[in-house]
C-alpha cells in the first residue's frame, strides 16, 4: 500500500472494494425489504380476518332469527330485547331527542364556543384547541350536527366540483380519527378556503382515537365553506360498523351523559353523506370503487338517507319464514306478482309489542319474533313509499337495521347494491367483476370494467380510498385507478406513509421515517396473540406429524402446521426465527413452545387457559355483541345479560364452556355489587396484556 | 443409500418451499410472477451475496420478454444456487478491507465526497438513491465522515436478527 503502489493497481483496488461494499450493502437493503414486506403481510392478513369476522357476526344473528329457538322465558325476554326496538324517529322526534339548546355550557368550560352561522375565526379556534387536546362541549357538538345535517340534506347524491372556480382541489383518502394526520396535510397544503378545494372520501371514523375531532373540524369546513368542502361517505360512515371499530366505545368515553344522543345524531348525519363527488365531469371520487353494474344516472336518483348501514344479514331461508306469518296470522300469503315483486303481504298494522308472548312454547315465540321482526320492516316500507309526505326518518335497533331483509321489490335491491358497491369494492388485477368475499361486500373489479365504466360516462380517471397502501397512494388500471389513502401509520408507526392526491399536479407524499423494526415488533406481537388463540387447534395438528410422540417436529412441518389452522397465507419459514426462539437439532418442542406464547399473553392466571384462548379468538365479535346489547350506551351491562350473550353465542360458535367457567371468569372481573359490569373494563383486562413488553 | 436419497429429496422440498415462500410475498397480483427488477431483492433475501453482474446473469435465463420472471423457472434455477451453496456471504474482515482501502489515510473512517466518488463512478455504481440512502444511516452527520468499523458492526447485528437461512 502507500507510495510503493502504482496508479493504476490502486485503481483497481479501490474498484474492487467498491464492487464489495455495493455488493454487500445491496444484500443488507434486500434483507430490510423483505422484512418490510413480511410486516406489511402480516398485518394485511389480520385486518382482513377481522373483516371476516364482521360476517361471522351476520351469521350470528341470522342464526339467532332463523334457528334458534330459546330454551327459557328468560332467554326469550332477552332476544326479544336485542331485535324489537320499536324506534322510529320523525324530524320532530328527533330534534326532541336530540336537542342541544337545553344543554348548560358551565362557566367552568375553557374550549371553544361556537356560534352559528360559523365563520373562519371558529375553524382556527377549533384547530387550536383540538391540538391542545381540548374537547367540544356536547352542546356545541349536538348543534354543529344538526346544522351540517340540514346543509348535507340538500345536496345532491353526487356533488360536482369545477375547478374553474378555485385553484386546486386536494383529494384525500381515509383518515380513521388520526388527527395528527389531518394537521399534517392542513400544514403542508393549507386549510379549506376559496381558493383551496378539498375532497375527503370517507372513512374519517374508526380506529383512530380522534375520530370525533376529525368529524367536528371537517363539518365545520364544510359548513364555512360550502362551495369548496366536499365529503365523500365511506364504508365507515355507517353504524353497524362503528359498533365494532371503536367509534361508539370513543363516544361513550367522551361523554357518558351525551353520547348516546351524539351517536343518534351521527347515524342522522352519516347517511345523509353524498356518495361521490365528479371533477369538471372528468373525474370521478368514490371511496371503495364500483362494479359491472354502477349505474350513475340511479345513484343520483335514490334517496340516499335510506341506508343507515348497508351491512345486511343472511337472507333467511324461504319455507321457513311463509308457514309461520300464516300460522300466527291466519291470513294467506302473498304470493310473487308475474313481474317477480312480492305484492305487499297483508298484515296489519298494529302497534309494536314489546313483550314477548308469555307461552312456554318454543316454536310460538320464534315464529312470533319472525312475525314481528317481518312487521317491522313492513311498517318501515310502507312509511317509505309515501311519496307526498316528508320522507320520514327510520332508525331501526342496529341489528335490524336496513330495510331488505327479505325478498324486498328489485328496485330496493339493486338500489341497496349500488351503494354497496359504492362503498366497499375494491380493484383487482384480473379482469372482470366478481363477489368481494373477503370484505363479505361489495366486489373485486378489473381494468376491463373500469375502462367501460370511464368510457360509458365520458371520465377520464378514477380516484378511490378504502384500502391502506404502504406509500399511501397507488396507481392501478392502466393508471385509470388511483387509490388514496390519508392515515398514515395505520397499522403501527411506519407501517405505512398517508398521502393526499392534488387534482392537475402529481401526487404528494407525507414522508414519514419507516421505523422497520417497531413495525415488526407490534406486527409479531399481533402474530403471536392469534397463535396463542389457536392454542387448541394447534397442538392437534402438531401432534399428527408427531407419530411416535415424541413431542418434538421439523421446523418444516411446523410451518406447515400454522399455516393449516391459522390460514393466513403468511411465508412462515421466513417468519420463523422471529416466533420461534430456540430449536434441538432442528427439532421443535412444540409444548414448550405453545407453553411461552401463553406465558406470554395471560394476565388471569386463574382463569381457565381454554376460556381465555375462546375470547381473545372472539374479542372483536363479543365486543361488537355487547355494544349492540348496551342499548343505552352507558357502557354497563348486567350480569345476566352478559352470561346469556355468552351462552347464546358460544351455542351458535359450537364453543364448549361450563357455567362455571363463565362465573370464574366473571368473578375475577371487578364489577360492582349491583351485578352490573362495566364491560369496557373487562375489555381492557385482555388489552392491557398486549401492552407488556414481550 | 435410498436414506441418503430420501434425506436429499426431504432437503429439496424444503429449498423449494423457502424459495417459493420468498418469492410469494413479492408476488403482488398473486399470480405467480414478480417484476424482474425484484429478483436481485429475492435472491438475496434467501441468503445469497450475489453481485450485480451474478444477478443479471441468472435473470438473463428466467426473464421474459415482458420483464416478468415465472416462479417455476425462478424455482428450478434458485434451487440449484442454493444446493451448490453459490453467492456465499462475504466475511466479515473482507469488507473490512475493503472499507480499509478506500481510506487512503487509514485514519479509520472516509469522507463523504470520497464515499460517494467511490461508490457512485467504481465498481457497480450505486444510483443517485442508493447513495443517498446508506448516506443518511452510514454518515456520522457532525463530521460528515463515516467510521466504517461502527457502520459495519451495526449492520450485520441487525442482520442477524433475522431470518438465517441454514440449509
Redesign the interface.
Known amino acids: 500500500l502507500g507510495t510503493l503502489s502504482s496508479p493504476n493497481s490502486l485503481r483497481g483496488?479501490?474498484?474492487?472494494?467498491?464492487?464489495?461494499?455495493?455488493?454487500?450493502?445491496?444484500?443488507?437493503?434486500?434483507?430490510l425489504?423483505?422484512?418490510r414486506?413480511?410486516t406489511w403481510?402480516i398485518f394485511q392478513s389480520i385486518e382482513y380476518s377481522c373483516e371476516q369476522d364482521q360476517i361471522k357476526l351476520h351469521n350470528f344473528f341470522s342464526y339467532l332469527m332463523d334457528q334458534f329457538t330459546p330454551s327459557s322465558s328468560k332467554e326469550r325476554d332477552f332476544i326479544s330485547r336485542m331485535f324489537i326496538s320499536g324506534e322510529s324517529y320523525k324530524e320532530a322526534e328527533l330534534e326532541k331527542y336530540c336537542d342541544y339548546e337545553s344543554i348548560e355550557v358551565p362557566d367552568s368550560y375553557t374550549g371553544p364556543h361556537l356560534s352559528f352561522p360559523l365563520l373562519p375565526d371558529h375553524a382556527t379556534a377549533l384547530l387550536e384547541a383540538f391540538q391542545q387536546k381540548q374537547q367540544l362541549h356536547a352542546r356545541y357538538v349536538l348543534n354543529l350536527l344538526h346544522e351540517t345535517r340540514k346543509h348535507l340534506k340538500q345536496l345532491p347524491n353526487i356533488s360536482h366540483v369545477s375547478t374553474c372556480y378555485s385553484e386546486e382541489v386536494t383529494v384525500c383518502g381515509d383518515l380513521h380519527g388520526q388527527l395528527d394526520d389531518l394537521f399534517l396535510i392542513f400544514y403542508k397544503n393549507g386549510l379549506p378556503s376559496p381558493s383551496k378545494s378539498y375532497v375527503f372520501n370517507g372513512d374519517f371514523v374508526d380506529r383512530g382515537k380522534q375520530s370525533l375531532e376529525i368529524l367536528v373540524i371537517l363539518f365545520t369546513f364544510l359548513l364555512i365553506y360550502p362551495k369548496e368542502v366536499h365529503l365523500n361517505r365511506g364504508n365507515h360512515e355507517d353504524h353497524m360498523v362503528n359498533l365494532r371499530y371503536g367509534f361508539c366505545a370513543g363516544l361513550s368515553t367522551i361523554s357518558r351523559v351525551h353520547g348516546k344522543k351524539i351517536l343518534r345524531m351521527f347515524q342522522n348525519v352519516f347517511c345523509w353523506l353524498p356518495l361521490a363527488t365528479l371533477i369538471d365531469q372528468k373525474v370521478l371520487i368514490i371511496h371503495g370503487g364500483i362494479s359491472d353494474t354502477t349505474d350513475l344516472e340511479m345513484l343520483e336518483k335514490i334517496q340516499r338517507d335510506k341506508f343507515i348501514s348497508v351491512l345486511r344479514l343472511k337472507k333467511r331461508k324461504e319455507s321457513s319464514r311463509k308457514p309461520q306469518i300464516e300460522a300466527v296470522n291466519g291470513e294467506s300469503e302473498a304470493g310473487t306478482d308475474a313481474a317477480g315483486n312480492e305484492a305487499a303481504p297483508r298484515l296489519s298494522l298494529q302497534p309494536q309489542s314489546a313483550q314477548a308472548p308469555n307461552t312456554a312454547n318454543r316454536l310460538e315465540f320464534s315464529r312470533w319474533l319472525r312475525q314481528t321482526v317481518q312487521e317491522q320492516i313492513d311498517t318501515c316500507r310502507r312509511l317509505m313509499d309515501i311519496s307526498e309526505s316528508e320522507p320520514e326518518e327510520l332508525t331501526y335497533s342496529s341489528v335490524v337495521s336496513l330495510k331488505d331483509v327479505d325478498e324486498p321489490c328489485w328496485t330496493r335491491q339493486e338500489e341497496w347494491k349500488q351503494v354497496l358497491d359504492i362503498l366497499w369494492s375494491d380493484p383487482m388485477?384480473?379482469e372482470g367483476c366478481r363477489e368481494n368475499k373477503v370484505r363479505g361486500g361489495g366486489c373485486y373489479f378489473g381494468p376491463d370494467v373500469t375502462e367501460k365504466f370511464l368510457d360509458k360516462y365520458s371520465l377520464q380517471f378514477l380516484i378511490r380510498s378504502h384500502e391502506c397502501k404502504q406509500e399511501g397512494y397507488e396507481f392501478c388500471h392502466n393508471r385509470k385507478v388511483l387509490t388514496i389513502f390519508s392515515a398514515s401509520n395505520y397499522y403501527e408507526i411506519g407501517s405505512n406513509r398517508g398521502a393526499y392526491y392534488q387534482a392537475n399536479k402529481t401526487a404528494h407524499m407525507l414522508t414519514m421515517t419507516q421505523r422497520i423494526s417497531r413495525v415488526e415488533e407490534s406486527a409479531f406481537r399481533a402474530l403471536r396473540e392469534k397463535l396463542f388463540a389457536h392454542t387448541s387447534a394447534l397442538i392437534t395438528a402438531f401432534r399428527s406429524y408427531d407419530g411416535d410422540n415424541t413431542g418434538k417436529i421439523t421446523l418444516?412441518n411446523w410451518?406447515t402446521a400454522v399455516e393449516s389452522v391459522l390460514r393466513l397465507g403468511l411465508?412462515?419459514?421466513?417468519l420463523r426465527?422471529?416466533l420461534v426462539r430456540s430449536t434441538e437439532d432442528?427439532m421443535l418442542e412444540y409444548k414448550s413452545w405453545l407453553d411461552d406464547l401463553a406465558m406470554e399473553q395471560r394476565s388471569q392466571e386463574h382463569i381457565q387457559s381454554s376460556l381465555l384462548e375462546v375470547i381473545y379468538r372472539n374479542r372483536s365479535n363479543l365486543e361488537t355483541i355487547f355494544r349492540i346489547i348496551d342499548r343505552d350506551h352507558s357502557g354497563l351491562i348486567s350480569f345476566e345479560e352478559f352470561q346469556q350473550t355468552w351462552k347464546l353465542f358460544s351455542s351458535h360458535m359450537n364453543i364448549e364452556l361450563t357455567d362455571d367457567g363463565i362465573n370464574d371468569l366473571v368473578r375475577s372481573i371487578d364489577f360492582n355489587k349491583d351485578g352490573n359490569i362495566d364491560f369496557n373494563e373487562f375489555l381492557e383486562a385482555f388489552r392491557l396484556v398486549k401492552q407488556r413488553p414481550s | 443409500m435410498a436414506e441418503q436419497e430420501k434425506g436429499r429429496d426431504g432437503l429439496i422440498a424444503e429449498i423449494e418451499k423457502k424459495i417459493t415462500e420468498a418469492f410469494e410475498v413479492f408476488d403482488r397480483e398473486s399470480n405467480k410472477t414478480v417484476d424482474g427488477r425484484e429478483i436481485g431483492c429475492i435472491i438475496r433475501s434467501l441468503g445469497c451475496f450475489p453481485n450485480e453482474a451474478e444477478v443479471q446473469e441468472l435473470l438473463a435465463k428466467i426473464e421474459e420478454p415482458d420483464g416478468f420472471v415465472h416462479l417455476e423457472n425462478f424455482l428450478r434455477v434458485m434451487t440449484e444456487v442454493l444446493l451448490d451453496r453459490r453467492f456465499q456471504p462475504i466475511p466479515e474482515d473482507v469488507i473490512l478491507h475493503a472499507f480499509e482501502a478506500l481510506d487512503e489515510n487509514k485514519c479509520g473512517y472516509i469522507t463523504k465526497e470520497d464515499l460517494v466518488k467511490h461508490l457512485t463512478e467504481e465498481g457497480e455504481r450505486f444510483t443517485q438513491e442508493e447513495m443517498e440512502d446508506m448516506l443518511v444511516v452510514a454518515l456520522d452527520p457532525e463530521t460528515n465522515t463515516l467510521h466504517y468499523r461502527d457502520y459495519r458492526t451495526k449492520l450485520v447485528v441487525d442482520e442477524t436478527k433475522i431470518f438465517p437461512f441454514n440449509v
Open positions: 483496488l479501490t474498484f474492487k472494494a467498491a464492487v464489495l461494499i455495493q455488493q454487500w450493502y445491496r444484500r443488507h437493503v434486500a434483507r425489504e423483505m422484512r414486506r413480511c403481510r388485477p384480473q418444516s410451518a411465508p412462515w419459514r421466513m426465527p422471529q432442528g
